[in-house]
């Protein structure tokens, strides 16, 4: 397991940090160092510790996962939380595991990534006008933060998104989670959130006024790619790629046409 550091951290690691940072990629590097959550904390590490058989060989990432892609996107894509084998093994978001290869692929088809696949760090990856992020930066047990985890985690992710704002025009927003989760993120830096506010749904579009300079910054609700989703066909690599087109779409940023 690659080195963290043990020093111990208050709960208000991340709300003391965060305002404090100038820049996307300071950031990245302060996310990676968190450890207010103990038990996201033991949990990450233990399956570090663990491992599943398939990465029995790998140097687990075992700390939080900052997001990925271009520091002045137009388009932001916000997750849950890494997966305990995917994200939490690799070191990037969606990456590793069945819901990575179901967005990267989308993305790929849509011109959004350089490559239709996501392995590792070091995969030579690239997005093109968007950065994905989530609320949560540990993996959680069973996929599901507590509300005070969420709580705790949710400076980074206003900080992110304010350090986005000048290029920011759209959000793509995977599962419910992270729309509840978003909502009161927009609202607390200055983003007018429509009462009574919007219901998540796939294809649930919402438009937030900026009280400051009345810029516009729309929402797209779109289910997860998680694995039941997909086995389900709950939602379908089509439907992916159609909410990813039309965030896209309203951000200005060029897609080519997918297939099929």
């Known amino acids: 397991m690659r080195g963290s550091p043990t020093t111990p951290q208050g709960h208000d690691f991340p709300?003391?940090?965060?305002?404090?940072l100038g820049s996307v990629?300071?950031?990245?590097?302060?996310?990676?160092t968190c450890r207010a959550c103990p038990r996201l904390v033991a949990w990450r590490e233990e399956a570090a510790r663990v491992k599943r058989k398939a990465f029995r060989d790998w140097d687990y990432w075992a700390?939080?996962?900052?997001?990925?892609?271009?520091?002045?996107a137009p388009l932001a894509i916000i997750g849950l939380a890494p997966a305990a084998h995917g994200g939490n093994r690799t070191g990037r978001i969606f990456t590793g595991d069945p819901s990575g290869d179901v967005l990267y692929a989308a993305l790929y088809d849509l011109g959004l990534a350089s490559q239709p696949e996501s392995t590792h760090r070091g995969d030579g990856m690239k997005l093109y006008g968007v950065r994905i992020t989530m609320p949560v930066h540990c993996a959680p047990p069973a996929n599901r933060p507590t509300t005070t985890e969420r709580d705790t985690c949710r400076p980074w992710l206003a900080r992110e998104l304010e350090l986005l704002r000048p290029t920011l025009g759209a959000i793509v927003v995977l599962g419910g989670f992270a729309w509840q989760a978003l909502l009161p993120v927009l609202s607390t830096t200055g983003w007018q959130v429509p009462r009574p506010r919007p219901p998540f749904g796939h294809g649930a579009h919402a438009q937030l006024t900026d009280a400051r300079s009345e810029r516009v910054l729309h929402l797209l609700g779109g289910y997860h790619p998680s694995q039941r989703n997909v086995s389900t066909r709950t939602l379908t690599p089509a439907m992916l790629r159609d909410?990813?087109?039309?965030?896209?779409?309203?951000?200005?940023v060029a897609v080519r046409r997918p297939p099929g």
């Open 15 to 20: 709300s003391v940090m965060a305002p404090r």
């Open 25 to 32: 990629r300071e950031l990245d590097e302060s996310v990676a």
């Open 63 to 72: 700390r939080p996962v900052p997001g990925f892609g271009p520091t002045d």
């Open 243 to 252: 909410v990813l087109h039309r965030g896209a779409d309203i951000a200005d």
